[in-house]
């Protein structure tokens, strides 16, 4: 497994943007594809975005499409969600998860992700 920690999260209005980084303990962390998925109160642990372990490849949830942007660091062992035109739907804690399959198509299902982060807050205002 390898050890995730998210930052970035905060208070910002609708409309507005922030990016969260998730930074990784293992120097083997290229060899992970990376996932984002957030998690609103009283609802499900919810997919956002996947990212291959080159980074040539992308997935996103439809609700995040055109907004999020998921890319990644392999040097700096970091994954990051550029997040624009945040809306209060987006509110939640948001996860970042690495996926440790080999050559598996990047996946929206929480339970093939074995290391997850703390999660960071993000709250978007209207």
């Known amino acids: 497994q390898v050890q995730l920690v998210e930052s970035g999260g905060g208070l910002v209005q609708a409309g507005g943007s922030l990016r969260l980084s998730c930074a990784a303990s293992?120097?083997?962390?290229?060899?992970?594809?990376m996932g984002w998925f957030r998690q609103a109160p009283g609802k499900e642990r919810e997919f956002v975005a996947a990212?291959?372990?080159?980074?040539?490849?992308?997935y996103y949830v439809d609700s995040v499409k055109g907004r999020f942007t998921i890319s990644r660091d392999n040097a700096k062992n970091t994954v990051y969600l550029q997040m624009t035109s945040l809306k209060p739907e987006d509110t939640a804690i948001y996860y970042c998860?690495?996926?440790?399959?080999?050559?598996?198509?990047?996946?929206?299902?929480?339970?093939?992700?074995?290391?997850w982060g703390q999660g960071t807050q993000v709250t978007v205002s209207s």
């Open positions: 990212i291959s372990w080159t980074g040539g490849r992308t």
């Open positions: 998860a690495a996926d440790a399959r080999v050559g598996s198509r990047l996946s929206n299902s929480p339970a093939v992700y074995d290391s």
């Open positions: 293992r120097r083997t962390f290229s060899n992970y594809a």
